[in-house]
């Protein structure tokens, strides 16, 4: 499993003002760019997209990622939530890098270049990639689970 480096670290948590001031508009640059692709779209709930409510929630859950990635058992719970959701959506790892695709060119697009550097991009390439091998490694054991009962 990948980790991020205390630098990156650092740089993700020094970015949680940023989050929460912009998140919204992050998440929503995001989806536009990760629905792009047809079959990636068909996932989500349209009614949860249209009412904004699923930018919202996914910005929140950044924020927190953001203010928690050196105290991850914090987020225990949001994990558990999102591993359910994925795990009930369909979410394979096959579809991590087309939300990492999407989102670190949101922040940049949202945040400016001169605000979200290489440097930051970089650190929350790192922060994106730890969560998703978390995601990754429960919802693999959540599939399992399924297939066992």
Known sequence: MRTASAAAMEIVKSTAPLLEQ?????????????FQDPEIEAMFDRAAQA?????????????????????????????QRMVARHVETGVK???YPNVANALLPAIRDVLSAEVATDEVLAAW?????MLADILIGAEAQAYEDRLAA
């Open 22 to 34: 912009h998140g919204v508009a992050i998440t929503t640059a995001m989806y536009a760019r990760l």
């Open 93 to 95: 790892p096959e579809h």
């Open 125 to 129: 390439g790192e922060a994106y990639w």
């Open 51 to 79: 009412s904004g409510e699923q930018p919202r929630r996914l910005a929140g859950a950044i924020l927190a990622y953001a203010k928690n990635i050196d105290k991850l058992a914090n987020l225990n719970t949001a994990v």
